[in-house]
């Protein structure tokens, strides 16, 4: 079963966190089910760009972003090469090691 490393963000994982993942599961879905709380205000649809994070490592072993995550992303803060969209980004055999930015460009910020 592959695992995902969360490297910790101040507001979201202060310790850091390292928990077991499915294969096809999106990045999303297993920081939620770990209660990692990233924030995801158009509830997976790939509407907006709030869930954005880095993988910095098994970055290859995903499905490479569609058009639509793309265009997504380009609004997303402190955008880099290996940024995904954590609800479209879906987990393969490969371990990943993510990133959380510190900040999103959500407006409203809602509970989940």
């Not at 910790?8 to 077991?20: A, L, R, W």
């Not at 803060?77 to 940024?83: F, L, T």
């Amino acid at each position: 079963m592959p695992k995902i490393t969360f490297l910790p963000n101040e507001d979201i994982c202060p310790e850091g966190k390292t928990v077991e993942a499915k294969e096809g599961e999106s990045i999303l879905e297993v920081a939620l089910r770990n209660d990692i709380e990233i924030d995801h205000a158009c509830e997976m649809s790939c509407a907006c760009s709030t869930c954005h994070c880095v993988v910095r490592q098994g970055f290859d072993s995903l499905e490479e972003s569609d058009e639509q995550e793309d265009d997504m992303l380009d609004k997303a803060w402190g955008v880099e090469p290996q940024s995904r969209l954590s609800c479209q980004a879906r987990v393969s055999k490969a371990d990943l090691v993510v990133d959380i930015p510190r900040y999103t460009l959500n407006h409203a910020k809602e509970d989940h």
